[in-house]
């Protein structure tokens, strides 16, 4: 298998449908169910690189016509990390699912072709509409960004807390606090420390439902 480094191979383009933009980190986008799909990749500690337009596809057409396709990404996952390891790297095209009805015949050309070339290379193919994005997760995500660098949160408490919640083994977030501070000020000051540990992935929780104070959390194992 290969060990690709791409750099951008098509220049983000104006239509209709376009919001253009960059993703720190990550690169530009030209839609944004593209944008809201780098936020999800940007979140996911398994990935090691994402670039955008990775590659140039070269394919026959049914008239036997040389035409090109650009995906919209490539994944790079990590190899020092499980599941990760175990994760193919994956090519993938971002689009609304309208456009897979309407625009089908000329899709699916391209997109055998996309899966031949990964088929070559080890990696894996896939199509990711607003049905995979747009979820509740997406809205976690985007609540949790802003307290991943814990530039508001407290290392002292970051440690009782885990030795908290590693007591109690399950709880949610009203009840954590409220163990640890009789004080509702102290327990407002606390909790960006609580979603810097969980945007961190040292505490557990289910983020494919909406994240609120009774959302059940755990101690994630080390």
Not at 71 to 80: A, H, K, L, S, V
């Amino acid at each position: 298998m290969t060990n690709p480094n791409f750099k951008p191979v098509r220049k983000i383009g104006i239509s209709s449908r376009s919001i253009v933009g960059t993703v720190p980190t990550l690169g530009k986008y030209e839609s944004s169910l593209e944008r809201d799909f780098m936020e999800l990749i940007r979140f996911d500690k398994n990935v090691h690189l994402y670039t955008p337009q990775p590659i140039t596809i070269a394919y026959r057409d049914a008239q036997g016509k040389t035409r090109r396709y650009t995906p919209d990404g490539f994944i790079q996952y990590r190899r020092d990390i499980m599941p990760a390891i175990q994760m193919p790297h994956t090519l993938c095209e971002i689009k609304y699912r309208t456009d897979l009805g309407t625009k089908w015949q000329e899709l699916l050309p391209k997109w055998r072709a996309a899966r031949r070339h990964c088929a070559q290379n080890g990696w894996k193919f896939m199509v990711i509409t607003e049905r995979e994005i747009r979820t509740p997760y997406l809205e976690n995500v985007r609540f949790l960004w802003p307290y991943r660098s814990g530039d508001n949160a407290n290392a002292v408490l970051a440690d009782e807390m885990l030795h908290h919640i590693s007591e109690m083994r399950e709880t949610d977030p009203e009840a954590l606090l409220c163990t640890m501070f009789r004080d509702r000020w102290n327990r407002a000051t606390a909790l960006p420390t609580l979603w810097y540990l969980i945007s961190n992935f040292q505490i557990g929780c289910d983020l494919m439902r909406p994240l609120g104070m009774k959302s059940t959390i755990w101690k994630l194992e080390d």
